[in-house]
């Protein structure tokens, strides 16, 4: 009788083959599994090396110091040999302020640096509403960025003790009552204005009180008149300030109180300053116009409806370039001769305009993405129209259209160089063109777009980035 | 039907506009400031600097204008102006004159509705082209590829010099001046054709200038200058005779230096009547005394503005050619100031 064996306790799992693990394997796996594959690896290592070894030299032989190309040139000769090239970032080094402010005023550099660092403190409670962590991380970044930059950019102690002020106060809000950190967005869009262009403290508080005015206005009358009667009668109620008012109480106020910063116009912006501010500004109109675009399209009101669709048909068939020569060239016909209307104003309306229009379908594919139920549901509930769009619809709808809605703003932001189509000085073509234009620098090509190339794509890929990041933390579905 | 009606309002404003805009010259003083019309940027003639003080040839004319009406050189706006939108600026009256190497042909002086007032630079299409090539006249040039810049009157001159001569190129059309440059360095072209201004400021930031001639034909007139709208012809008289009076100082040996010291002494009677010493001239066209004085102070004479912005002796080194004055063979030549 043969004694059976039985094995007691398991066996050591075994290392797989050589073959089937490992980098060799990967490799084989995914670069040589077929005699296809086997061609275009070749020709991608091929092309790859071709690139490499073109360009490496030319980013090797970088010259940083130098005062013209000529310049440049001599240098790499004298430590390549004769004929090697070599990048000439010495241009970035001599003109880098004007790639980023344009011609605005080297000693108040301090002001553009202070708006973009405040943007992100007015942004926050936007992107991460609520997550105390999040916001303080933010916020600290903002107090770092600044404390390093605005010595830098000239500012005085007196400004620089503000904004130490200000950043504790942001900092103490976020962590007792985030939700009160939306306040300092709301002022934010008057703070950056005053920051930006300078003048008189008293402009923007003005131009904000007229949105109390409409607030004041609303209250009183809608329990009266109905939400949409008593919100039109706020807003011609506003206007009325803004165009009357507010003029005489400013000029009294800084007659009284002279507070203000230089005057800084509007033809010394440029560079990522002037794309930053219209981008920005275009930005975050188009969301809130769009939305509404959006809704009266889906509207039952007949005319509404045929508003918005004569307005997003007519914006997506025109040509950005259209619209913006309409807003150097075309407006000045229109308006009384001698009427400034501000150039950088006038196309950031349109750019505005243009955005909204291409929003408004993006979140009009969102509304029709969600199941009639929802609608139906909201009814059922007994909501009226604006809380079941507020509650219910929108939330879903905003969160299926965040990737085209972000890449919409992605382009959106990269348009903005087409300004340079009207005489501004966006920084990839109206910059580069005046550098250019300098005979020490001109002949340079690459550097220059190089430069501004990096910085988009760190601006652009870091929208992209928190787009992934609010898709994943919004995912609610079992997909 | 709707277009014809648009294009006439258009029209119709523009009309309204032209004569609404009745007194630039009263606009600009009681601005006390002039809007000159820009380029975007180009080597010589009018960009900004690293600290975005505007400089150049246009640029000074523009000066020279501010200091003449309003006494104060500094007291100009630039405003960058591109191919596209320069005229319109200048209708639209964004700008009050328009200082951008533009071009005087029949069609901008008439249906334009604008008016050259004077030229402050001749300039003319010429080609450039590698020494090694074994060219020496541009007739020379059949079967070249020839790098040229789309949608300017050079793309036209070169089809009707080629056409004319019997010879035959293929063009490589390029955006801009910088496009140009490097594909013709590439080897993209054997032949590059601009003014012949822009070639010799390219060539001079070449690597290896030395190995690229600039061919002895000139191809078109370019005669370049100041532009102002129709109809405002006091406007027109100031900034005209603001030139002359550049002209005429060189002419007269007044420069920047000596023009208080020549005011002081001279006995030559259209100096006098130049510089505001006798004549009364520049209240006849609304202007100060010392206006022509004021101007050459600020900025120098021609000549001076010439050499300090694009003359021998600068990296860009024109030589004064058909920009001499007339008694040294060339075509600058003012009509007597009295």
């Known amino acids: 009788m043969a004694e059976n064996f039985v094995r007691s306790q398991m066996l050591p799992p075994e290392a797989p083959p050589a073959s089937q693990s490992g ?143 200000l950043l504790a ?24 204005f005053w920051l930006l262009w300078g003048g008189p403290i008293w402009t923007p508080i003005a131009a904000l009180a007229g949105f109390v005015v409409l607030w004041v206005v609303f209250r009183l009358l809608s329990p009266r008149i109905g939400v949409p009667v008593a919100a039109g009668v706020g807003f011609v109620a506003a206007v009325l300030w803004w165009l009357f008012a507010m003029g005489p109480v400013v000029g009294t106020l800084a007659g009284l109180l002279p507070m203000g910063l230089p005057k800084v116009n509007s033809d010394q912006f440029g560079g990522f300053l002037l794309a930053i501010t219209i981008g920005v500004t275009a930005i975050s109109c188009s969301l809130p116009i769009g ?177 992934m990041y609010l898709e994943r933390k919004l995912k609610t579905d079992h997909r | 039907m709707k277009k014809s009606v648009f294009l006439g309002t258009l029209a119709a404003t523009t009309v309204l506009a032209g004569v609404a805009f009745g007194g630039t010259l009263d606009d600009v003083k009681k601005r006390g400031e002039l809007i000159c019309g820009s380029n975007t940027g180009l080597t010589g003639f009018g960009m900004p600097d690293a600290n975005g003080n505007w400089v150049g040839f246009d640029v000074d004319l523009c000066r020279a204008i501010a200091a003449a009406v309003l006494g104060d050189a500094t007291k100009v706006k630039f405003v960058p102006t591109t191919g596209e939108t320069r005229f319109t600026a200048l209708q639209s009256g964004e700008v009050d004159v328009l200082v951008r190497n533009s071009t005087w042909t029949f069609s901008r002086d008439t249906e334009l509705a604008l008016d050259f007032v004077a030229v402050n630079y001749y300039d003319g299409q010429g080609f450039m082209v590698k020494k090694d090539l074994g060219v020496s006249s541009a007739k020379e040039l059949d079967g070249a590829t020839v790098c040229i810049q789309t949608g300017t009157t050079t793309e036209l001159n070169l089809a009707d010099f080629f056409k004319q001569n019997n010879i035959s190129y293929t063009p490589v059309t390029v955006a801009d001046d910088s496009e140009a440059q490097r594909q013709y360095l590439a080897g993209a072209c054997d032949a590059y054709t601009t003014d012949a201004s822009g070639l010799a400021a390219s060539r001079a930031t070449m690597p290896d200038a030395a190995n690229h001639i600039i061919l002895p034909e000139i191809i078109s007139k370019e005669p370049l200058g100041p532009v102002v709208r129709h109809g405002d012809n006091n406007w027109g008289d100031v900034v005209r005779w603001t030139y002359f009076a550049l002209l005429i100082a060189e002419e007269k040996g007044v420069t920047k230096a000596n023009v208080d010291e020549v005011a002081a002494s001279t006995a030559d009677e259209e100096v006098k009547r130049l510089l505001g010493v006798s004549g009364d001239m520049g209240p006849k066209i609304g202007l100060s005394n010392d206006a022509f004085k004021n101007a050459i102070k600020a900025v120098g004479n021609y000549g001076e503005i010439f050499a300090a912005n694009i003359g021998e002796g600068t990296t860009i080194n024109l030589a004064r050619g058909l920009n001499a004055l007339w008694t040294q063979g060339g075509l600058q030549y003012a009509p007597p100031l009295r």
Request: charged share 10%; proline share 5%; hydrophobic share 55%.
């Open chain 1, 23 to 165: 980098a060799l394997s990967w490799v084989r796996e995914n670069l040589f599994s077929g005699p296809l594959n086997t061609i275009l690896t070749l020709l991608g290592l091929l092309s790859l090396y071709w690139l490499v070894s073109s360009s490496l030299p030319w980013w090797l032989n970088s010259v940083w110091h130098a005062s013209s190309l000529g310049e440049c040139r001599t240098i790499v000769a004298a430590s390549a040999g004769e004929g090697a090239t070599g990048a000439c970032w010495a241009v970035i080094r001599e003109r880098w302020h004007q790639f980023l402010f344009g011609f605005y005023p080297q000693d108040s550099y301090w002001r553009p640096v202070l708006a973009l660092g405040l943007l992100f403190a007015a942004l926050a409670p936007v992107l991460f509403a609520g997550q105390k962590r999040n916001l303080a991380i933010i916020l600290g970044c903002v107090a770092v960025f600044l404390l390093i930059t605005l010595p830098l950019g000239g500012a005085g102690l007196v400004a620089g003790l503000l904004v130490a002020v």
């Open chain 1, 169 to 192: 106060a942001l900092l103490a809000l976020s962590q007792s009552r985030p939700q009160g950190l939306l306040w300092f967005t709301a002022i934010y869009p008057g703070l950056c």
């Open chain 1, 291 to 467: 939305i509404l675009l959006a809704l009266g399209r889906q509207s039952d009101m007949i005319i509404v409806k045929a508003l918005s669709v004569a307005f997003i048909e007519f914006i997506r068939g025109v040509p950005l370039i259209t619209l913006l020569f309409t807003a150097s060239l075309l407006l000045q016909y229109f308006l009384p001769p001698g009427t400034n209307f501000d150039i950088i104003l006038r196309v950031i309306i349109l750019v505005t305009l243009f955005a909204s229009a291409y929003i408004a379908e993006v979140i009009r594919g969102g509304l029709a993405a969600l199941p009639r139920g929802q609608y139906e549901a909201a009814d059922a509930l007994g909501l009226d129209y604006w809380q079941a769009q507020r509650l219910i619809i929108l939330p879903q709808a905003l969160k299926i259209s965040i990737p085209g809605i972000v890449s919409s703003f992605i382009g959106l932001f990269k348009d903005t160089t087409l300004v340079a189509f009207v005489g501004l000085m966006d920084p990839l073509k109206g910059v580069t063109q005046i550098v250019r234009a300098d005979i020490n620098w001109k002949g340079i090509y690459w550097e220059p777009y190089i430069f501004v190339g990096a910085i988009f794509f760190v601006i652009c890929f870091s929208m992209s980035r928190y787009s």
